[in-house]
């Protein structure tokens, strides 16, 4: 199983992990509740995960214009 972290701004595929190597515990994910983790984690018919998380260029870009949020949906 592969975790994919895309960025829901800008759609990169900026990081992906083998799970053997990492838990939930250091993607940070277990810290999320069951809500923020439907919106966040989602699952490919091949067994991939998919986290959308904000990419660091996102971050810093809305970090210093935030009226460029949009919801993620
Ligand atoms: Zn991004």
Do not use: W
């Not at 935030?66 to 993620?72: S, V």
């Amino acid at each position: 199983m592969t975790i994919r972290y895309i960025c829901p701004y800008c759609g990169t595929e900026y990081a992906k992990l083998n799970d053997s190597f990492v838990g939930e515990v250091s993607l940070g994910l277990a810290s999320l509740t069951d809500d923020e983790r439907k919106h966040i984690i989602s699952y490919e018919t091949n067994g991939d995960v998919i986290a959308k998380v904000t990419c660091q260029y996102c971050s810093e870009a809305i970090y210093r214009n935030p009226e460029l949020i949009h919801p993620l949906q």
